[in-house]
């Protein structure tokens, strides 16, 4: 699967480059979330994204030293802080749209051809949801292990 994926990022990293557009693949689900909710904090964009806490401030610091995001106090909250896509941030993600829209139809396009391996692994995950690898072993080794 990581073999898998890096390729996939390989080959879009390329469609960028060939673009002249500096991007990072991971950069790819905070852009277009606060894109289309609007300023979120890094707890609800990993929620949303389904990683961890510590990938979306990676991301938030490569996406804050690009000048692309910004984040602010939250007024309700002042221990919370909300990133918002700022204003080069927002023409970033406009210019981006068409790509993105023409990566996930080919992404689509070749899950359908593949048979729906996306399918699979959500069955797997889920799977793993219900007990994990760890838990599974350990109801296989003796306990003097």
Known sequence: MRRLSERIDR?????????GIDFEQRWYGTLSLLDERG???VTEIARALNITHVAVSQARRS???AGLIASTLDPADGRRRTLHLTDAGAAFVARLWPLWDALNAVGD???????D?????DRLE???DRMS???RVERLLPRSI
């Not at 080959?11 to 673009?19: D, G, I, L, S």
């Not at 391996?117 to 692994?121: E, I, W």
Request: aromatic letters at 4%; glycine letters at 4%.
């Open 133 to 135: 690898l760890s838990e």
């Open 126 to 128: 889920g799977a793993l």
């Open 109 to 115: 396009a070749i899950n359908r051809e593949a048979a």
């Open 63 to 65: 996406l804050t030293a």
């Open 11 to 19: 080959e879009a990293n390329a469609v960028y480059a060939a673009r």
């Open 117 to 121: 391996p996306s399918a699979a692994l």
């Open 39 to 41: 300023p979120l904090s």
